[in-house]
């Protein structure tokens, strides 16, 4: 059974940080790019960051770059990510996603999912 269980989510103060993390099993954790996206009420879900299988290589979104940083620890089986100076429009479900590419932008290049953790940020 392939889990993909992210934690970390909540209510924010607007300008403090979150760290999000996402425990996967019954994959071969190490062969699979990972990513976050997020979908705030209303909108479509959206790329936010991906790392590559060894971690050396992180990609994210312009939208978000310079405040959240994507980590993994392959022997813990899991995905970080690290949101600073958060700001209302961050309010979002984040999900953390597996692929079996080195990196992807795309949602439909994701295998598995999480169930997503709530990100609510207050002014």
């Known amino acids: 059974q392939v889990q993909l269980i992210e934690s970390g989510g909540g209510l924010v103060q607007a300008g403090n940080s979150a760290h999000l993390s996402c425990q996967a099993s019954?994959?071969?954790?190490?062969?699979?790019?990972m990513g976050w996206f997020r979908q705030a009420p209303g909108a479509e879900r959206e790329f936010v960051a991906t790392?590559?299988?060894?971690?050396?290589?992180?990609l994210y979104a312009d939208s978000v770059k310079g405040r959240v940083t994507i980590s993994r620890d392959n022997a813990e089986r899991t995905v970080y990510l690290q949101i600073d100076n958060l700001k209302p429009e961050d309010t979002a479900v984040y999900y953390c996603?597996?692929?079996?590419?080195?990196?992807?932008?795309?949602?439909?290049?994701?295998?598995?999912w999480g169930q997503g953790t709530q990100v609510t940020v207050s002014s």
């Open positions: 996603g597996a692929t079996e590419l080195m990196f992807s932008v795309q949602q439909v290049s994701y295998l598995y």
């Open positions: 019954g994959i071969a954790f190490s062969r699979f790019g």
């Open positions: 790392i590559s299988r060894d971690g050396r290589s992180p």
